[in-house]
């Protein structure tokens, strides 16, 4: 007498569907919290312009009692054209797809377009943010002090951790004790 075991069985019977999707992991897309966002006004055109006044130099002499105005100081615009661009993808989805697939298909489609948009924003930003760092030297250093004083200002933090951690002081800023 023949047995039937599960090897014979179809794998449409061995299986079963979960209607619920797995989560996507996405990052956290962290560039854009220091970044201020400016928007155009309605036909405006593609460019704006932002301006800011340079800093003033510092007046470390006291002026002292003898009644002389100190010397005059001049303030100085920058102003800073920014052009806009715009960037963007689609996706195609048969309306076979929408009527046959379990899944919430246009929904799905939906929200990794979002993700997709996020994504390409924190990376454009990102980028602009390396692009304007200033570099620092710190394989030896031009003169070769640089590694030294990375050195010491490092064991210094270490330092104040240690007793910001021994007087039980809040974290706070993203610090952990």
């Known amino acids: 007498m023949a047995i039937t075991t ?10 079963s569907f979960d209607r619920q999707l797995l989560s996507v992991p996405t990052p956290n897309l962290i560039h854009m919290i220091p970044a201020t966002k400016k928007t155009m006004p309605k036909n405006g055109g593609n460019t704006l312009r932002m301006s800011r006044y340079n800093l003033l130099e510092t007046a470390p002499v006291p002026l002292g009692n003898t009644g002389i ?14 052009q806009m661009q715009f960037y ?13 697939v379990l899944d919430p298909v246009l929904t799905e489609a939906n929200i990794r377009l979002g993700v997709s948009m996020r ?41 104040l951790a240690s007793k910001v951690v021994g007087n039980k002081a809040q974290a706070s800023l993203g610090c952990a004790a």
Not at 6 to 15: D, I, N, R
Not at 69 to 82: M, Q, Y
Not at 88 to 100: A, R
Request: hydrophobic share 45%.
């Open 88 to 100: 963007g993808q689609f996706v195609i989805l048969n309306e076979q797809v929408t009527l046959q």
């Open 119 to 159: 994504m390409t924003e924190d990376q454009l930003v990102r980028e602009m943010l390396a692009g304007t760092a200033a570099v620092i030297n710190a394989t030896g250093g031009v003169n070769g002090k640089i590694v030294a004083v990375v050195k010491s200002f490092l064991i210094g933090l270490e330092a």
């Open 69 to 82: 105005t100190p010397p005059s100081s001049n303030l100085t615009r920058v102003d800073l054209d920014v």
């Open 6 to 15: 599960t090897t014979l069985l179809p794998p449409q019977v061995q299986q």
